[in-house]
C-alpha cells in the first residue's frame, strides 16, 4: 500500500546525486577512497578514534558482538521495546538475550531492571538509545564497571544525540549506528561501528572482509563475513554527514510543531521536545494514545486518508521468533507491554510540510473523536 503521507522518506538533494555520480565515474567502487573518508569523518565527528562502515546496523551488531567474544551460554541484556534486530543480532552468536525493563519517559533501559537481570552468565548491556532519545549510559557504565561486563550502544537511531554534551557512540565499548533510509542519515543500506581500542579496529576491518589480514588478499585469520560497504553508499553517507545539522534542526522543527498541534488533545501523550543533560535526535515521532483507544481503528481512519503510521515497537519478547527459543521463559515486562500496546508513529521525515502535519493532526483528533 502506498500513502499520500509516507511514514518516512529519504531526503537527496543534488550534492548526494553528484557525490555517487562522481563515484561511478572511477574504478573504485569498494574499498577505495570513499570508504576511508567516511570512516574517518564519522569518527571525526563522534570524537572516537575508529569508525567502520558495513552494509548495515544489523551487521555492525553482529561484529560488535563477536569482536567482545561473545557466543554460547552467555547473556546479553537488552530491551524488549526494541527494533528485532538488536535481538537477532544476540542470537546470531548464540548467546541469550536476557529483557530488561524500559524507563516510561525515556523509553530507554531502567538501570534498576538492568541490575535486577544480571546473573553469573551475563556478559553485556546492550543498550538502544530508542527514538534518538539518549539512554542514561552513566548509570549503564557504572553498573558494566562493578560486574565487569561490556557495553555495546545501538544508537541506530539516534546519530547525533548528546548526553551531558557528548555525543552517543562515545560512551559504550563498542557503539553501532545504522544507514537504513528512514533513518536520520542514509546510505540506502549501511551502517558503521564506532571504537577506540585499536585492536577492535583491526578485528572489525577483517571480519567485515571474509577475515583478510590486510597484508595479502588471500590470507584470512579467522572465518569472516561479506559485511562491506560500497564506495557509492560512503559517498551518499558523507555527503548526508556533511548536512546533519541542517538534517537534525529540520527534524527538531517538525517535532515541536507536532507538539503544537498534539499536545492539547486530551489523553495523547506526546513525546517530550526536551529531556534533562540530553539533546534529542529526533529518529520518528511516536505519541502514546489513551488506555481505552481501539489504536487498530485510527491508524485504519489515518490509512483511509492515505496517511501511513506505525507500530513502533511491538515487545520483542512476546514476538514468535523469540517465543520459540528454547531459552524464552514467562517474561513479564509490564510497562514495555503498556507502552508498546498504546505507540502510534506518525508521518515524519525531513521535509514534510506544516500543511501535512496539519493533515494528520486533524485526521488524528477526528478518529479520537475530539475534533
Ligand atoms: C535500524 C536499527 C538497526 C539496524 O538496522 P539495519 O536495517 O540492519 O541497518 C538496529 N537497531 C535499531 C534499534 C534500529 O533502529
Not at 250 to 279: F, T, V
Amino acid at each position: 500500500m502506498t500513502f499520500r503521507i509516507p511514514l518516512s522518506s529519504p531526503d537527496i538533494t543534488q550534492a548526494e546525486i553528484e557525490a555517487v555520480t562522481a563515484v561511478l565515474r572511477t574504478p573504485h567502487l569498494s574499498l577505495g577512497p570513499q570508504l576511508a573518508a567516511f570512516e574517518s569523518e564519522l569518527a571525526a565527528y563522534h570524537s572516537v578514534e575508529h569508525a567502520v562502515a558495513v552494509s548495515s546496523g544489523t551487521a555492525a551488531l553482529h561484529l560488535a558482538l563477536i569482536t567482545l567474544g561473545i557466543g554460547e551460554r552467555d547473556e546479553v541484556i537488552v530491551p524488549s521495546f526494541a527494533f528485532i534486530a538488536t535481538v537477532n543480532a544476540v542470537l546470531h552468536v548464540r548467546a541469550t538475550p536476557v529483557f530488561a525493563e524500559i524507563d516510561p519517559i525515556t523509553l530507554n533501559l531502567d538501570p534498576v531492571s538492568v541490575g535486577q537481570a544480571i546473573t553469573s552468565r551475563t556478559r553485556a548491556i546492550l543498550a538502544v538509545h530508542t527514538f534518538g532519545v539518549p539512554a542514561d549510559m552513566t548509570a549503564l557504565q557504572a553498573i558494566a564497571q562493578q560486574h565487569n561486563l561490556a557495553l555495546i550502544e545501538d544508537a541506530c537511531e539516534a546519530i547525533g544525540a548528546q548526553l551531558d554534551s557528548h555525543p552517543v557512540g562515545s560512551f559504550g565499548d563498542l557503539a553501532v549506528f545504522g544507514f537504513y533510509p528512514n533513518k536520520q542519515l542514509t546510505t540506502g543500506e549501511g551502517g558503521a561501528l564506532l571504537c577506540r581500542d585499536s585492536r577492535h579496529a583491526l578485528r572489525l576491518r577483517s571480519l567485515r572482509n571474509q577475515g583478510r589480514t590486510g597484508a595479502d588478499w588471500f590470507d584470512y585469520t579467522e572465518p569472516g563475513y561479506n559485511y562491506r560497504l560500497s564506495d557509492l553508499a560512503c559517498a551518499l553517507g558523507r555527503a548526508q554527514l556533511g548536512r546533519i545539522d541542517e538534517i537534525l534542526s529540520s527534524r527538531s522543527q517538525a517535532a515541536a510543531r507536532y507538539w503544537n498541534l498534539l499536545a492539547g488533545i486530551p489523553g495523547l501523550e506526546c513525546p517530550q521536545l526536551a529531556l534533562a543533560r540530553r539533546a534529542l535526535s529526533w529518529f520518528v515521532y511516536v505519541v502514546r494514545l489513551p488506555e481505552d483507544v481501539d489504536r487498530d481503528h485510527v491508524r485504519n481512519a489515518l490509512a483511509a486518508q492515505g496517511i501511513a503510521t506505525g507500530r513502533y515497537f511491538p515487545p520483542i519478547h512476546l514476538q514468535p521468533a523469540w517465543r520459540a527459543h528454547p531459552q524464552a521463559g514467562f517474561e513479564r515486562l509490564p510497562v514495555t507491554e503498556s507502552v508498546a500496546r498504546r505507540t502510534l508513529a506518525l508521518p515524519f521525515f525531513n521535509r514534510i510540510t506544516a500543511d501535512q502535519q496539519e493533515e494528520v493532526a486533524a485526521a488524528l483528533k477526528k478518529a479520537l473523536r475530539y475534533d
